[in-house]
């Protein structure tokens, strides 16, 4: 019985742990996929500006208008004003996008936490039934092996009762142990 066992433990459980493992891996590896690399972050957040603050757009007004009075200095100066406007905006951007990307990606963790979490309260689960599963076998392996034994052992009897009955030397035994008494 105890190879029994151990040969279900060996097989079974064995079967079990090994496909439970194989699983989480899949599952963490999937999730490595998902989560973007910093590669992935630094290149969407020096993505450029698609559109231009209102405060560009009138400044490149007033560039415009001061070219075309002759005032060249003091439309290098707001050409200069533009591209700090312009570098503000683009740092402004890129922390946005950063941020929405940093949100993105604990988000994306919580929800792989969570599914590992659920994953082994599923394993763990599993684990029990298996457990529990191989309990109730073994149970009844051994309600048949006794049933079995008590129906051989009691066969056994009755057969040998049967032979020592119908024996003929029991028979001559008996017959002379009545001629003896008499």
Known sequence: ??????????EKLADYREDATNQMFELKKRHKNEIPTKDQIEQRSKSTLKHCSAQ???LRRKQESLIQFGKYREAKKLSRMINKVRAQDTERNKNAV????NLKVLDIQRKHSKEI???EMK?????????????????????WYKNSKHDITQKYSQSWQKLEFYS??????KKNNISNFT
């Open 168 to 173: 003929p030397i029991v028979r001559m035994n």
């Open 117 to 119: 979490a659920a994953m």
């Open 1 to 10: 019985m105890k190879k029994l066992v151990q040969k279900w433990d060996e």
């Open 56 to 58: 560009i757009s009138e």
């Open 98 to 101: 950063l941020e929405k990307l």
């Open 123 to 143: 394993t763990k689960r599993d684990w029990i039934v298996l457990l529990r599963q191989r309990k109730k076998d073994f149970d009844v392996i051994k309600k």
